[in-house]
């Protein structure tokens, strides 16, 4: 199994970035995925996820209305979509797979990509 | 959504045993056995240890044990080993979102 996230850059209080998880060595469709994200020297925060076939969607309040997830399960990526960030939104942005049944908790991670909201 | 509470730091010697506590609401730890816990060492990717509150994933050493009371879950790690210095999050589903604690930091003296 493995996630690698990529998309993440420096951008303007107000700007806008995608993030890209692509993952392989397992199947994909079968998955819920989420984000979460952690500040620098701070803790984990959960984020937004979403089921196998993009119908069922959650997020934290923090970025409600401003994210959006998504996937598309016939490139084994899940997206996450960045819209109105500010300098709080700053942050490393890991990809976790929900084991589901057999192992509900986010048993494979990501190695993170870093987003900076600054002017 | 408030974070889950954990202590922000434990120590002990090794060999020793620790617990850290991570107390939510009936919304959420008290709710639903959907308690996990992760470890995560500096600069790197956090790591599942223990799922549906007390459940350990293949690989993860016996060593670590979880249990849930109420609205506050716990992470026990008997033997302590100098490996075992790291971050540790408690993290709950509840319903509409999800939720980690606030992280404790473990100091193995």
């Known amino acids: 199994v493995q996630l690698v996230e990529s998309g993440g850059a420096l951008v303007r209080p107000g700007g806008s970035l995608r993030l890209s998880c692509a993952a392989s060595?397992?199947?994909?469709?079968?998955?819920?995925m989420h984000w979460v994200r952690q500040a620098p020297g701070k803790g984990l925060v959960w984020v937004s996820r979403?089921?196998?076939?993009?119908?069922?969607?959650n997020y934290a309040d923090s970025v409600k209305g401003r994210f959006t997830v998504s996937r598309d399960n016939a490139k084994n990526t899940v997206y996450l979509q960045m819209n109105s960030l500010r300098p709080e939104d700053t942050a490393v942005y890991y990809c976790?797979?929900?084991?589901?049944?057999?192992?509900?908790?986010?048993?494979?991670w990501g190695q993170g990509t870093l987003v900076t909201v600054s002017s | 959504q408030s974070a889950l509470t954990q202590p922000a730091s434990v120590s002990g010697s090794p060999g020793q045993s620790i617990t850290i506590s991570c107390t939510g609401t009936?919304?959420?730890?008290?709710?639903?056995?959907?308690v996990s816990w992760y470890q995560q060492h500096p600069g790197k990717a956090p790591k599942l240890m223990i799922y549906?509150?007390?459940k350990r994933p293949s690989g993860v050493s016996n060593r670590f044990s979880g249990s849930k009371s109420g609205n506050t879950a716990s992470l026990t790690i008997s033997g302590l080993q100098a490996e075992d210095e790291a971050d540790y999050y408690c993290?709950?589903?509840?319903?509409?979102?999800?939720?980690f604690g606030g992280g404790t930091k473990l100091t193995v003296l």
């Open positions: 976790a797979r929900d084991g589901g049944g057999l192992v509900p908790g986010l048993d494979y």
């Open positions: 060595g397992f199947t994909f469709n079968h998955y819920w």
């Open positions: 979403i089921n196998s076939d993009n119908f069922n969607i």
């Open positions: 009936s919304s959420d730890v008290g709710n639903y056995n959907l």
């Open positions: 549906e509150v007390s």
């Open positions: 993290y709950s589903y509840a319903d509409t979102l999800e939720i």
